[in-house]
């Protein structure tokens, strides 16, 4: 492999990526394996083991950043440490069977997969952010006619 465009690019696609996924939640996973298969040029299976690198190295700093942060409105830890040893174990069985069938299953057959997967997730995400934009646009008009409402009842007077 060789330093040049296709790199710089990738890196650059690749930190926006972990920013970006690490301020939503989600990992960055569908920015990771596209990127890596079609501009650096990796197969299918390498893209997501390196993915997987690039996920963890974000998951690690924003878990450092997040250790010490409390909750905003709560009086509590923002990391809760109880749901996250619930979730675990489930999550460590599930990447154990994927890590198994991207194994056996051949490069097509994990590109197909892949692809449903990334199709399935993205709707289902644009649709809840959809569905929040119209929640927080309603809570956003409602809280403006409060105001309007009380600073004319306060000039009034």
């Not at 040049?4 to 989600?26: E, H, K, M, P, Y």
């Not at 569908?30 to 298969?37: A, T």
């Not at 250790?67 to 109880?82: A, E, K, N």
């Not at 999550?91 to 057959?109: A, E, H, K, Q």
């Amino acid at each position: 492999m060789e330093f040049g465009w296709r790199i710089v690019l990738g890196s650059f696609i690749g930190f926006c990526g972990a920013a970006f996924g690490s301020i939503g939640g989600v990992g960055g996973g569908g920015i990771f394996v596209p990127m890596l298969s079609l501009i650096i040029d990796f197969d299918p299976k390498s893209s997501t083991a390196i993915s997987k690198c690039m996920i963890m190295g974000a998951t690690l700093s924003t878990v450092y950043y997040n250790l010490r942060l409390r909750h905003p409105t709560l009086d509590m830890l923002i990391i809760d440490y109880d749901l996250a040893l619930l979730i675990q174990p489930m999550l460590m069985l599930g990447i154990s069977i994927v890590v198994t069938f991207n194994v056996l299953f051949p490069d097509w057959m994990v590109i197909i997969l892949l692809i449903v997967i990334f199709v399935v997730t993205s709707t289902k995400a644009f649709f809840k952010g959809v569905e929040t934009w119209k929640k927080e646009t309603i809570m956003k008009k409602v809280s403006l006619k409060f105001v309007f409402i009380y600073s004319f009842q306060c000039s009034s007077f």
